[in-house]
């Protein structure tokens, strides 16, 4: 799957509100409604797997210390207040979390590519991320639980057991081509978030200049 999405890859990391974010440029208000937009794919991909934990195939990727629902709605709890829930979900996160339930059913294969393109990223890139929004924003601990993972000791070496079992998984497939191209398509669909969480944050802006 690396290969195979290496240059969606790069443009997700070019892409609306993730390029803000890389570059520390990124507003609190999109930040906010960035977060408010990525529960739903959490939501959808944590019940995919917990519905399917007890198969060969999605067992062993259906770790609780890599679930981040919860730490989502901590944060968005503490950096936007009881009223995150009434912030706009985009279509363009419907979508994606649609996307996300989708690729539960059946024996739940195509849940591979989505456990790959959000779990590896978060023990990943969300590092980083985790240390340009404290900076930017001067957000503490409490506000930063999505990037934490305190049940995991060594986060490198965890990660790479984590790429193991998704190898491991993917050779109990017959074919691979449908979860290599659902896992370019949730590439797509976060590009397509990010973009929207963007242009959304830019008509506010314009609206109350």
Known sequence: MAQATRDLHAAAEGSGVVA???RGSITRAGYVLYLRNLLPAYLALESGLVRHRDSLLIG???LAE?????PLQADL???????WADLAV???????AAAIDAAGDGDGALLLAHAYTRVLGDLSGGQMLAR???GLFGLGPLSLQFYRFPEIADLAGFKAGYRARLDESG?????TARVIDA?????????????????AVAVCEREME
């Open 77 to 83: 709890a503490a950096i936007a207040g009881p009223g």
């Open 183 to 199: 896992a370019r398509s949730a590439f797509e669909h976060n590009i397509a978030l990010s973009e929207a969480v963007a242009g």
């Open 171 to 175: 050779a109990m497939l017959a074919c």
């Open 60 to 62: 062993p990727i259906c």
């Open 20 to 22: 803000q974010m890389l």
């Open 90 to 96: 985009l279509p363009e996160a419907a979508s994606y």
């Open 132 to 134: 340009v929004m404290a």
């Open 66 to 70: 890599t679930f981040r629902v919860a």
